[in-house]
């Protein structure tokens, strides 16, 4: 009886967990220019489309791909628990997914303190909403 009481009460959990989630007012950050694909007139114009596209495309990408490296990473070891040399595939997996965020969220602090440093104005970085 106690094992359909306690299925019971998962279900509803499961079944109101959208509802607290989708609960919360969502505020759209300001983010910087998007529209990448404007017709280039000069190479000044030429290299502002190409580091506009690096920066709104290339670098979210990238960071999502050593996420799921990680991601993948975990997963491989938690399924192959049993044999050791599958487990440290999954355990190189992990750490190449840790080594390639730690890499790039050290590039955007570099670069965010040479920034501020000689004050070369503004550049989009990533930030956590405030």
């Not at 299925?7 to 609960?23: E, G, R, T, V």
């Amino acid at each position: 009886m106690k094992k359909i009481i306690k299925k019971i009460a998962l279900l509803q959990i499961l079944y109101l967990l959208p509802i607290f989630s989708f609960a919360q007012v969502v505020v759209q950050p300001a983010v910087a220019k998007t529209d990448c694909f404007s017709k280039p007139d000069n190479l000044g114009d030429l290299i502002s489309t190409a580091t506009c596209t690096i920066r709104v495309y290339l670098i979210p990408l990238m960071f999502s791909l050593a996420l799921l490296i990680f991601i993948y990473g975990v997963v491989w070891y938690i399924w192959k628990g049993k044999d050791s040399k599958e487990q440290e595939e999954g355990k190189k997996f992990m750490l190449w997914g840790i080594i390639a965020l730690f890499v790039m969220v050290s590039v955007w602090g570099i670069v965010s303190i040479l920034t501020n440093t000689f004050g070369l104005g503004t550049v989009f970085i990533p930030q956590l909403q405030q």
